[in-house]
């Protein structure tokens, strides 16, 4: 796929720094393992699980220019998937014998269900279940994908439609209580195949299989983002006419990596359920994906490794905060917000690049000194050329572009 | 479900629920002018829209309070003066965001949306820690919560009527402001062509910042009329902006006349739902239809013709 | 109000408390040292919980924090009154009480996650937390898994008892069995229209109101939900014009309720005539502040404490409670309800002679609580309390007049046969 390019930018063909994935990895599976109990390390699965929505954004909206606000509707779907299942699994006819109609989930009972809805049946099935949890989310990801791209619909309007998606879903989910849970959400999850998930051993062993899952999505977007197609996903942020004109078919690509932006996320809902226990509509929101985008762009929207940073430090903070000071918690929250986006666009990749690395580069790597880092680019946004106001901006866009940030 | 009633009853029904349409409209456009204005005119997706609202009601009931405690005589008429209030305070306040932040950001308008997502938090928190965490009750006048009987079934509440004709105000206002004063066909000028507005020795940046706070006062007015039929709280601001970004998207960004279009549409569709279906099924299906209508025409409504 | 809002509340109160020891007389604090003597720590205490020879720790978790907030503060002021009320007292078993306060953040997964750290980080010996029906439901297998004791204030629908729950609010067939009576009787009443928020409290009480009106042979004419947060109530408000119901049977929660009375009042439904009458389970006291006195006047309540109630035990309750939070504060049923939860788990604990969960558990049925404001109330067998329903009517300011109450202690009945 990429031979036709291999001139391709200096940036993109310049080696990995394997060394600072080891140290993640290392940070990961080694360091917070011993030096946390296993309620903290339970806590920083779950900030996990949302570092792999933020990973999905790092290729959607940093390097696509597709700001995605209803993220949190496919970490809900998957969420909801593995839920439903655990649910099943939880509410066999010996464990609900009180209810009216046992067998069924608690919740359906107590909304007059007397059988289990057709969309629940295949949830009985484990591989049916594990499928659903990637495939429902991206199906969903695509036919909204389809819907959009292919008609051009991009940056500020797509934001504001998904959001409007994830509202219609937040209140079809609530409404609808009697097949959903409604606004308790899907809780009381106890065992996945027998296994009981709530031991502390079940929450080490799940752990690891968190870390490693983000380690695959990782390396996955990392693949995605240095072969020839994340390259055309960052000359379409910048200019998707030219792009186009090319002979590019711009709308499948971005498709494509909204596709696997949904894909990542529904993997990191799936694992809150296991890590947590139970799934709520909250999730589905427009708050939790707008909160999504904002730990990517801690850590840097460009930045695959600083989106798992930016997540972890956010809501490291976030419960570190909350708990002393509640009232602080949301003003230092928005001014976290402000300032990344004012002072900070490119996050902590960003501040790494400026101040550690050259000094990195300096002391230990003096060999190495053609390989400068990359500098960071200030304009982060696809203008779609077609509303007046993009127009007007990105004519002073490409007057900016050379500004270093 | 109709066989029940005689038809007069029936006609009186239909009055009422198109009235009610006519009320929710009302409110839409109130909601929606302020952002079609930020968002239509200067591209800025500014998510703390809904807490500038709040702000403008929390005037309303400082104001109240002041009146009610100084000039009890005047309260009848305090309402004017806290929309008149409003519209200054939020004004100033949207200047001063517009200054503080905005103005750095006028090359990534998706930025501008998590900056006032932040704003809008933090405008959160100062009001549940001056005014508290529970909701405020603002008294209003009695001659604004009564009802107007025309007959006997007909009766057409006095805050929709005043909701209406307020906004059909502000609405030729601001098109007055936005058609014929120097300032709106400097704005026009500045969104059509901003390298060229500035060559022509419009100061762009005053332009935006007057722009901007009178979008964010418009959004004042709206708050504080909306004390007469919702509730003023911190979080309250939160309940509108999925509905006022969708009004002004669905009517294409930059056309003030699409604005009030969508806010009817939507409006029309959403009471003629409600009345046959129940509550949240009417509201996912006008949300389903609106998106729907948006993934097929994503322009909105109408849209500005510019020749480029 | 405003106190709660600064931060570090908790840590200034903690001294307050701190220093309010210090003040104690001395013959008291003999007396402290010789019970806490008598029952040594490690007696009271055999599952590692949070209690030294002088204190015990316990959790208070709610929302202060975003939209539940609103309700939430009321009760957060009870249970600290309470908590400082019983210090003063001596505290419990001898040992002063410290509380751990944590922020649900209107956020399920939060109270999860924070009802966790009370449990597993501060060994607390019972939590008073949660509000609304999803928080208990996310903060439920916790307290079960690592056997917490939560004492869970607010009226709700009933469908659960957990032997690691003690709910000290009414549970839904106690509220609305008694009102629905006491309307058909005294108000005549045919037919009713039931509106509510769309979850499940609103949708279960209406359930269980609608099967007793079935019963009683009349009619519901109307059933409609709204999505949490709805602001525009004209449509339904016309079709209730239209079918002309004796009873509107509103379960509207949080900011729309503000938006319903509101509407209904300047749509010409003057709730004064009656006609239709206006019945509530969800407004109290506290959500009248933000409708205004004037707009709620003429509506009726069925629940179990309005602060106008006139019994000794509510007027010393009200004096202490305006002392400590400000005069112009209310007290709605479920901040009345959050009160009793420390009084109740200090009763259970003396009656256990220990702070041990399972020992607290087994004391905590039939336990009686003579010095409660709403009155006399008694634990039952099934974890929920007890209690007489009264039906309030809503005055121009804010307050609800009593004028019934129902004569005896009504059963909870948390999974009622034939309503479900």
């Known amino acids: ?405 | 479900m109709f066989a029940d009633y005689t038809s007069s009853e029936l006609t009186a029904i239909f009055a009422m629920q198109g009235f009610a349409g006519l009320i929710l409209f009302s409110v839409f456009v109130l909601m929606a002018l302020g952002l079609a204005i930020i968002f239509g005119q200067m591209g800025v997706i500014n998510m703390a829209h809904g807490e500038f609202m709040i702000l403008g009601a929390y005037i309303t009931y400082l104001t109240s309070q002041l009146f009610s405690a100084y000039l009890p005589s005047l309260f009848d008429g305090y309402f004017f003066i806290a929309m008149l209030l409003a519209f200054v305070v939020t004004g100033a306040l949207g200047a001063l965001v517009e200054w503080a932040m905005i103005r750095h950001l006028y090359k990534r308008p998706l930025d501008t949306l998590l900056a006032t997502w932040g704003l809008s938090l933090i405008l959160q928190q100062l009001y549940r820690t001056v005014f508290g965490a529970r909701e405020v009750g603002v008294s209003l006048p009695d001659w604004l919560m009564g009802s107007y009987a025309i007959t006997d079934i007909i009766e057409v509440p006095i805050n929709g009527i005043f909701v209406m004709v307020l906004t059909i105000f502000i609405t030729i206002g601001v098109y007055l402001l936005m058609q014929k004063s120097r300032l709106g066909k400097q704005t026009r000028a500045v969104v059509q062509n901003r390298a060229m507005a500035g060559a022509v020795g419009i100061n762009t940046e005053k332009v935006d910042r007057y722009t901007f706070a009178l979008g964010c006062g418009i959004a004042g007015v709206a708050g504080s009329a909306f004390t007469m039929v919702g509730s003023t709280g911190p979080t309250a601001g939160q309940l509108y902006i999925v509905d006022t970004f969708l009004v002004v998207v669905f009517g294409g960004a930059s056309s003030l006349l699409g604005t009030v279009a969508s806010a009817f549409t939507i409006s029309q569709a959403q009471s003629t739902m409600e009345f046959f279906l129940s509550g949240s099924m009417a509201k996912v299906l006008t949300l389903l239809t609106v998106v729907g209508i948006l993934m097929l025409r994503p322009q909105g409504l109408f849209s500005l013709k510019v020749r480029r | 109000m405003q106190k709660l809002n600064k931060s570090g509340l908790s840590n200034v109160l903690r001294r307050n408390i701190l220093k309010g020891m210090m003040a104690l007389p001395a013959a008291m604090l003999v007396s402290q040292l010789s019970l806490a003597a008598a029952m040594s720590t490690a007696d009271v205490n055999t599952t590692g919980l949070a209690v030294t020879d002088d204190t015990v720790k316990v959790g208070i978790l709610h929302s202060i924090t975003g939209t539940m907030a609103i309700s939430e503060t009321g009760s957060v002021q009870a249970e600290m009154l309470a908590i400082e009320q019983i210090n003063a007292m001596g505290g419990v078993l001898g040992r002063q009480i410290e509380y751990v306060q944590e922020d649900g953040a209107s956020d399920w997964p939060t109270f999860a996650e924070k009802s966790k750290k009370l449990l597993v980080k501060d060994k607390a010996a019972a939590v008073f937390g949660c509000w609304t029906s999803a928080s208990r439901k996310a903060v439920l297998p916790v307290f079960e898994q690592y056997n917490g004791m939560l004492y869970y204030p607010t009226f709700y629908e009933g469908l659960e008892q957990s032997p690691n729950v003690i709910y000290t609010g009414q549970e839904a067939t106690q509220q609305i069995i008694a009102g629905i009576d006491w309307v058909t009787k005294t108000k005549d009443a045919k037919s009713f229209f039931l509106l509510g928020s769309d979850y499940i409290w609103p949708r279960t009480s209406n359930k269980i109101a609608r099967k007793h009106i079935d019963k009683l042979g009349l009619k519901v004419v109307g059933e409609e939900y709204y999505p949490l947060g709805h602001t525009s109530f004209n449509s339904v408000i016309n079709k209730i014009k239209l079918k002309k119901p004796d009873v509107i049977y509103a379960i509207v929660v949080g900011g729309s309720n503000v938006a319903f009375y509101k509407q209904l009042k300047a749509a010409g439904i003057d709730m004064t005539k009656e006609k239709p009458l206006v019945l509530t389970i969800s407004v109290t006291e506290d959500e009248i502040l933000g409708i205004g006195g004037e707009n709620m006047q003429g509506a009726y309540a069925a629940m179990k404490y309005f602060q106008s109630l006139t019994n000794t035990n509510n007027q010393e309750f009200v004096a202490a409670f305006k002392k400590r939070w400000g005069d112009d504060i209310v007290i709605g049923d479920v901040t009345q309800a959050a009160y009793l939860g420390p009084w109740l788990w200090k009763a259970a604990v003396e009656k256990a002679g220990s702070f041990d969960i399972d020992k607290v558990r087994a004391a905590s049925p039939n336990l009686e609580l003579t010095t409660a404001p709403e009155g006399y109330v008694k634990v039952h067998e099934n974890h929920h309390l007890w209690s007489k329903t009264r039906i309030g009517h809503a005055l121009p300011n804010g307050q609800y007049e009593v004028v019934y109450e129902t004569e005896d202690l009504i059963e909870p009945n948390p999974f009622p046969k034939g309503y479900q």
């Open chain 1, 1 to 405: 796929m990429s031979s036709q390019i291999s001139a391709a930018p200096a940036q993109n063909s310049s080696p990995v720094d394997w060394w600072k994935y080891l140290l993640l990895a290392v940070i990961l599976l080694v360091v917070l393992p011993l030096a946390l109990d296993i309620f903290r390390l339970n806590l920083i699965g779950k900030y996990l699980t949302y570092a792999f929505v933020a990973i999905g954004l790092v290729l959607c909206w940093g390097c696509g220019g597709i700001l995605s606000l209803g993220q949190g509707v496919f970490f809900g779907l998957g969420g909801y998937c593995m839920a439903m299942f655990l649910k099943l699994e939880a509410s066999n006819p010996e464990a609900t014998a009180i209810q009216s109609t046992p067998g069924i989930p608690d919740f359906m009972d107590w909304n007059q269900l007397t059988e289990l809805p057709w969309f629940w049946q295949p949830f009985h099935s484990l591989s049916f279940t594990l499928l659903a949890v990637i495939a429902v989310p991206v199906i969903f990801a695509f036919i909204i994908g389809v819907a959009m791209f292919t008609r051009r619909v991009g940056g500020v309007y797509f934001a504001i439609i998904t959001q409007a998606i994830a509202a219609i879903l937040t209140i079809l989910i609530i409404g609808q209580q009697g097949y959903t849970g409604g606004v308790n959400g899907i809780t009381d999850l106890r065992t996945f195949v027998g296994w009981d998930i709530r031991t502390e051993s079940a929450q080490y062993l799940l752990y690891f299989v968190n870390v490693a899952l983000l380690f695959a999505c990782l390396f996955a977007a990392l693949y995605i983002k240095r072969c020839k197609l994340g390259r055309l996903l960052v000359a379409m942020r910048e200019k998707e006419d030219r792009v186009r004109f090319s002979g590019y078919n711009v709308a499948s690509f971005k498709i494509f990596v909204f596709c696997i932006g949904a894909a990542f996320a529904a993997i990191g809902g799936a694992m809150f359920t296991l890590q947590v226990g139970f799934m709520s509509p909250s999730f589905v929101g427009i708050v939790p994906s707008i909160e999504m985008v904002i730990f990517c762009a801690v850590g840097g929207r460009l930045s695959l490794l600083g989106a798992v940073y930016g997540t972890l430090l956010v809501n490291l903070a976030k419960t570190s905060f909350s708990e002393s000071f509640p009232e602080l918690w949301l003003f230092a929250m928005g001014a976290l917000f402000i300032g990344v986006v004012l002072a900070f666009p490119d996050g902590l990749a960003g501040l790494y690049q400026t101040y550690i690395q050259p000094w990195f580069k300096h002391f230990i790597n003096r060999e190495k000194v053609g390989l400068t880092p990359p500098a960071p680019i200030p304009e982060k946004t696809t203008t779609p050329a077609k509303e007046p106001v993009a127009s007007s901006l990105s004519s002073s866009l490409e007057e900016s572009r050379n500004v270093p940030a």
